[in-house]
Nanobody
C-alpha cells in the first residue's frame, strides 16, 4: 500500500482559490489511480476527482467540474487539487486516496487514505 499525507487546506473567502497537495510514500504511487474525496460534517464522504496512473485522464464530480483541477507529478510522488471559484458548500475535510481501478467513485474502491486536510470557505 501507499502512505498519503494531505496539505494545503485553510480558510478562504468565497470566490477564492486553494491548492491541495497529497504527498505519497512507497513505490506504488506511480502505479496507482488516485482520487480526492471530501466529507462535510454530518454528511457521507463524497468523491471529488480522480486521475489515471499517468495523469492523462481525469474525471470529476458534477459539483466541482469546471472549478477544480486534479493533477499529479509521479517524479515527485505528489498529487494536487487546484480549487478555484470556491463556494461555502465546498467546506469539508478533503482526503486523498489510492485505487487499483480507474473511473470508480465509491470510497470502498480506494484502498489507502490520508488523514485529511480542512478546507473552510466563508461567505
Amino acid at each position: 500500500q501507499v502512505q498519503l499525507v494531505e496539505s494545503g487546506g485553510g480558510l478562504v473567502q468565497a470566490g477564492g482559490s486553494l491548492r491541495l497537495s497529497c504527498a505519497a510514500s512507497g513505490r506504488t504511487f506511480s502505479s496507482s489511480v488516485m482520487g480526492w474525496f471530501r466529507q462535510a460534517p454530518g454528511k457521507e464522504r463524497e468523491f471529488v476527482a480522480g486521475i489515471s496512473v499517468t495523469g492523462g485522464n481525469t474525471y470529476y464530480a458534477n459539483s466541482v467540474k469546471g472549478r477544480f483541477t486534479i493533477s499529479r507529478d509521479n517524479a515527485k510522488n505528489t498529487m494536487y487539487l487546484q480549487m478555484n471559484s470556491l463556494k461555502p458548500e465546498d467546506t469539508a475535510v478533503y482526503y486523498c486516496a489510492a485505487s487499483n481501478w480507474y473511473g470508480y467513485t465509491g470510497p470502498t474502491n480506494f484502498h489507502s487514505w490520508g488523514q485529511g486536510t480542512q478546507v473552510t470557505v466563508s461567505s
